[in-house]
């Protein structure tokens, strides 16, 4: 979409079709009367179409082709047009007492990303920002992101800005429908995982185009989203059918470990729990399905019997001790190090110089 300012056209008025009928009649030299006399229709029923009172309806516009030459097509054209007209003019001035709503938006964040169009009429960004929605109304936004049983709304990050949150996820679910996918394989998406582990060695113009078509086989979406302001989000994974699982990342902290992390993390909440769940992953969030997510997600990068058995040489875990286990182990080592750091066997300080810096600029066009 575009990113620049503009104004969309919308006619404040249209004719409606009965004046081109008068203005035909007039041109013809003929009169309602003898339109009506040729027709078979009552001569009130022909001057309340002049004077837009009636519609034109299709067995009407028959007629008026037979008498006039005219196309049945036109007139049944134009008579669609004048009330499709009449309803946006309707609609915009109901949404012209809306447009405050566009202040719980990020819409300037979201049109620098290019998520969408920057109108300067308020009420054109406003059906902008509902299209990208999917909604017709912000009273269905309300409905749909904020009804009680929504399931978003159990995320702390949620309920105090559901408006950049709900335009994060939006952008996830858009990246997903326009995303070729297999439906979903629970075995596939298993031996997946194993390849998907191999990959974290690799840059990511490299990594992330071979992660999401590997997950894409076995019907798991992987869309990569930059995070909006006032959000604390780092990844979400939803089911959005039966056969077709949604895992979108941020790159929140910004390097390979948590990204990792977070992937497998999301990865664990598919293959663990159930379909109807909903998981915004977020700081301080604890429970029973999220530390199972954290388990999974630590012992598939790290299998513990390795981990058990991986000590430092000397008295601290130093550079060459780590690079040595990855290797043994095939995965990055700045993996390694985040595992070491969370763990307290070494201080967040260390080793960080073996973590890979993720930026959207590092990653090119690979972002959503």
Same mark, same amino acid.
Request: aromatic share 10%; hydrophobic share 40%.
């Given at each position: 979409?575009?990113?620049?300012?503009?104004?969309?056209?919308?006619?404040?008025?249209?004719?409606?079709?009965?004046?081109?009928?008068?203005?035909?009649?007039?041109?013809?030299?003929?009169?309602?009367?003898?339109?009506?006399?040729?027709?078979?229709?009552?001569?009130?029923?022909?001057?309340?179409?002049?004077?837009?009172?009636?519609?034109?309806?299709?067995?009407?516009?028959?007629?008026?082709?037979?008498?006039?030459?005219?196309?049945?097509?036109? *007139?049944?054209?134009?008579?669609?047009?004048?009330?499709?007209?009449?309803?946006?003019?309707?609609?915009?001035?109901?949404?012209?007492?809306?447009?405050?709503?566009?202040?719980?938006?990020?819409?300037?964040?979201?049109?620098?990303?290019? *998520?969408?169009?920057?109108?300067?009429?308020?009420?054109?960004?406003?059906?902008?920002?509902?299209?990208?929605?999917?909604?017709?109304?912000?009273?269905? *936004?309300?409905?749909?992101?904020?009804?009680?049983?929504?399931?978003?709304?159990?995320?702390?990050?949620?309920?105090?800005?559901?408006?950049?949150?709900?335009?994060?996820?939006?952008?996830?679910?858009?990246?997903?429908?326009?995303?070729?996918?297999?439906?979903?394989?629970?075995?596939?998406?298993?031996?997946?995982?194993?390849?998907?582990?191999?990959?974290?060695?690799?840059?990511?113009?490299?990594?992330?185009?071979?992660?999401?078509?590997?997950?894409?086989?076995?019907?798991?979406?992987?869309?990569?989203?930059?995070?909006?302001?006032?959000?604390?989000?780092?990844?979400?994974?939803?089911?959005?059918?039966?056969?077709?699982?949604?895992?979108?990342?941020?790159?929140?902290?910004?390097?390979?470990?948590?990204?990792?992390?977070?992937?497998?993390?999301?990865?664990?909440?598919?293959?663990?729990?159930?379909?109807?769940?909903?998981?915004?992953?977020?700081?301080?969030?604890?429970?029973?399905?999220?530390?199972?997510?954290?388990?999974?997600?630590?012992?598939?990068?790290?299998?513990?019997?390795?981990?058990?058995?991986?000590?430092?040489?000397?008295?601290?875990?130093?550079?060459?001790?780590?690079?040595?286990?990855?290797?043994?182990?095939?995965?990055?080592?700045?993996?390694?190090?985040?595992?070491?750091?969370?763990?307290?066997?070494?201080?967040?300080?260390?080793?960080?110089?073996?973590?890979?810096?993720?930026? *959207?600029?590092?990653?090119?066009?690979?972002?959503?």
């Amino acid at each position: 979409m575009a990113n620049n300012a503009q104004n969309q056209y919308m006619p404040d008025f249209v004719s409606h079709p009965g004046e081109t009928l008068l203005e035909t009649l007039e041109a013809m030299g003929m009169t309602q009367v003898d339109l009506a006399e040729r027709t078979g229709r009552p001569t009130k029923t022909i001057n309340k179409i002049i004077h837009g009172k009636t519609a034109i309806t299709p067995e009407t516009a028959l007629q008026l082709e037979r008498v006039l030459g005219t196309p049945a097509r036109f *007139w049944i054209n134009r008579e669609r047009y004048y009330r499709e007209s009449l309803a946006r003019a309707q609609e915009r001035e109901e949404l012209q007492g809306q447009v405050d709503w566009l202040k719980n938006i990020p819409v300037k964040a979201m049109n620098n990303l290019g *998520w969408i169009s920057a109108f300067e009429n308020k009420v054109d960004q406003l059906v902008e920002v509902i299209q990208y929605f999917g909604v017709s109304s912000p009273a269905q *936004w309300e409905s749909l992101w904020m009804g009680e049983d929504v399931s978003f709304r159990q995320s702390p990050s949620f309920e105090s800005e559901p408006g950049a949150v709900s335009a994060w996820l939006r952008r996830g679910e858009l990246v997903a429908r326009d995303t070729d996918c297999r439906p979903y394989n629970e075995t596939g998406f298993r031996e997946a995982l194993t390849v998907i582990r191999s990959l974290t060695t690799l840059p990511p113009q490299e990594f992330i185009p071979a992660m999401r078509e590997i997950c894409a086989e076995v019907g798991v979406v992987v869309a990569l989203v930059p995070e909006l302001p006032k959000t604390i989000t780092s990844g979400a994974t939803r089911w959005l059918s039966p056969d077709k699982a949604l895992i979108q990342l941020s790159l929140r902290y910004k390097r390979d470990d948590q990204f990792w992390f977070t992937f497998f993390h999301e990865a664990g909440h598919i293959l663990l729990h159930g379909k109807r769940d909903v998981f915004i992953e977020e700081e301080k969030v604890e429970n029973g399905k999220e530390e199972e997510a954290n388990q999974f997600s630590a012992n598939f990068l790290i299998p513990a019997k390795e981990y058990a058995q991986f000590m430092p040489i000397g008295r601290h875990y130093s550079q060459e001790d780590v690079l040595d286990f990855a290797s043994q182990i095939g995965i990055a080592p700045g993996i390694v190090v985040g595992r070491l750091q969370k763990d307290k066997k070494i201080r967040y300080s260390h080793l960080n110089g073996l973590k890979l810096p993720l930026s *959207w600029e590092n990653m090119g066009e690979i972002s959503a």
